[in-house]
């Protein structure tokens, strides 16, 4: 009996020490999101008024098992390798690039509103050369459309003329 009762305390021990491990992991993650909601709360006044920035930058924490400030869909801020430590990433070609990493909030907000600012001129010059290439094609005149559109039937004709000499449906 002295035996089950050691293994029973031993047991009991075991979860409290795991349930203490998953608490303290709980409280990891929830002040890596409370540090990334504050950054966002920092960045966000910044934008109002300004539409099309807030267009099109999300600025959403994702509350997972690492919580991560969405900026665009290829820039996020974590907290990594520390909880204390503001990770700017920039997803690239197969792999993760860091652009910035600080500790301290202040540096990460400029550093931030400074991307912001590039991403959106670089977004800007993308959406102009677009419209420059998208520019409406010249039309054509009604007497062109019809003009070609004879010109079509007659080739036609012309054709089933060609194609009855030659397989003998038609004779002169």
């Known amino acids: 009996m002295a035996d089950a009762d050691a293994f029973l305390k031993a ?8 349930a203490a491990q998953f608490d303290a992991g709980l409280n990891l993650r929830d002040a890596r999101a409370l540090r990334l909601d504050a950054l966002r709360d920092a960045v966000l006044p910044e ?16 509350d997972s098992e690492k919580p991560r400030l969405w ?16 990770r700017l990433l920039q997803q690239r070609e197969q792999k993760r690039e860091v652009l910035f990493e600080t500790r301290d909030m202040e540096q990460m907000r400029d550093f931030l509103l400074r ?17 420059a290439t998208l520019a409406p094609q010249p ?9 070609v559109w004879i010109t079509g039937i007659l080739f036609g004709v012309l054709g ?4 009855a000499l030659a397989t003998g449906h038609l004779k002169f």
């Open 115 to 131: 991307y912001l600012a590039h991403r959106y001129l670089a977004q800007d010059r993308l959406s102009r050369t677009n419209e």
């Open 47 to 62: 934008l109002r008024g300004h539409e099309a920035a807030q267009s099109l930058f999300e600025l959403n924490v994702q």
């Open 71 to 86: 900026i665009d869909l290829i820039s996020t801020v974590e907290m990594e390798p520390d909880p204390k430590t503001y």
């Open 11 to 18: 047991l009991k021990q075991a979860r409290l020490s795991e």
């Open 160 to 163: 089933l003329v060609a194609w």
């Open 139 to 147: 039309r054509y005149s009604l007497f062109e459309m019809i003009y």
